[in-house]
């Protein structure tokens, strides 16, 4: 069947489709290809494909219709979670009480395992995350996200700026990783003068997205003497970025939700220009080495070195982020991210031609 020609449900992030995980991933491919849908929440629809997000309800989309093709999207590494932990068993029980879910999962990872084996393909988003998947499902799919709305500004200029401004963006929930750098910050701040840009939304609820509300410039001030707080906002984002002079992405490394996290932030900030030091997880460490490039970090020490060196050295950061912008230019162009989401439908039965 040709795709044109079909009956297409999505099940998304959010229903207003302006989360990130909507904007970056299916909703930019639907858009790319003139494809149209329909946002469904009720896993008894009847479509001839659905896209179900990775935060839709599984446990009514795992018994839709066999006659249903469903393409699950899951971005996170919630199966590299031990089977027994807190999270894996509290989960379920979370999604539940929030509404996320209409049945509940005592094991939320035995639903993503079943949800995995109901879909006809699965998207991910590492190739850590395939190989597990492949024990489910052996149609699975690694596909980044588009940044196309968030990439209004590149990085001209790298002289720096006096105090010299670091710059993190993401979600609230993670900013705990700066636990692991902060006396790298403190030893290295010492010495020269810094600044710590966080971009990051004004509130956010620190349980299931939906639990305990607080102010995030608050919880921050946890891990950072004084960080200079800006909300997210699509319109700003780059602005904001390019105004600083070195990205920072640090990761709680034996933490296998932040150890198993995408380059998506990575390929963000070189999208836009900027050099960028993280943690050493898996996809940072090869998305670097793809560009020819050596700036991960695996404990304090590396990073007050990484640090020093990027801090004090202005030809180092900018042939760094030039590195960085060609790679992620042409192997992950918004033609190459097309072609990967047209497979995803092709390997369903789809046809995507014309």
């Known amino acids: 069947m040709r795709i044109q020609d079909a009956s297409i449900g999505y099940a998304p992030y959010s229903d207003t489709l302006d989360a990130p995980g909507d904007r970056r991933r299916f909703c930019f491919y639907a858009a790319a290809q003139g494809i149209e849908f329909e ?54 029980v979370a999604k539940r009480l929030s509404g996320e879910t209409s049945r509940l999962a005592l094991s939320y990872r ?9 879909a006809d393909a699965v998207v991910c988003s590492t190739e850590e995350q395939r190989r597990t998947i492949l024990s489910h499902n052996d149609n699975v799919h690694v596909i980044l996200d588009h940044h196309g709305a968030e990439v209004r500004k590149h990085k001209r200029s ?15 929930y993670t900013l705990p990783a700066f636990g692991e750098i902060s006396g790298a910050l403190e030893r290295v701040g010492a010495r020269h ?3 710590v840009h966080i971009v990051t939304d004004a509130q956010f609820h620190r349980y299931a997205g939906r639990f305990q509300c607080q102010g995030t410039e608050r919880f921050a001030q946890r891990y950072l003497a004084r960080p200079r707080m800006h909300e997210w906002r699509v319109d700003t984002l780059a602005e904001v970025v390019t105004s600083c002079d070195l ?7 034996d933490d296998p939700m932040f150890a198993g996290k995408p380059e998506n932030r ?59 912008c060609a790679f992620v230019e042409v192997a992950h162009s918004e033609s190459r991210l097309v072609e990967q989401w047209d497979a995803v439908l092709a390997s369903v039965g789809f046809d995507v031609g014309g």
């Open 266 to 324: 990575l390929l963000l900030f070189w999208r836009m220009g900027m050099p960028v030091i993280a943690s050493a997880t898996p996809a940072y460490k090869r998305a670097m080495a793809a560009a020819g490039l050596d700036m991960t970090c695996g404990d304090a020490s590396s990073w007050e070195r990484m640090l020093e060196r990027y801090i004090t050295d202005r030809k180092a950061r900018e042939v760094a982020a030039r590195r960085g």
């Open 247 to 253: 990205a920072v992405i640090p990761a709680v490394l």
């Open 110 to 118: 035995k639903a993503i395992e079943a949800m995995c084996v109901r």
């Open 158 to 172: 790298y002289e720096p700026h006096h105090p010299f401004r670091l710059v993190w963006e993401g979600l609230p």
């Open 193 to 195: 003068p810094l600044e």
């Open 39 to 92: 946002v469904i929440t009720q896993g008894t629809a009847r479509r001839d494909v659905v896209f179900v997000a990775g935060t839709a309800d599984i446990t009514a989309w795992v018994d839709a219709d066999p006659s249903v093709a469903i393409v699950y999207d899951i971005v996170d590494s919630y199966l590299a979670l031990p089977r027994w932990s807190v999270k894996s068993l509290g989960r379920g």
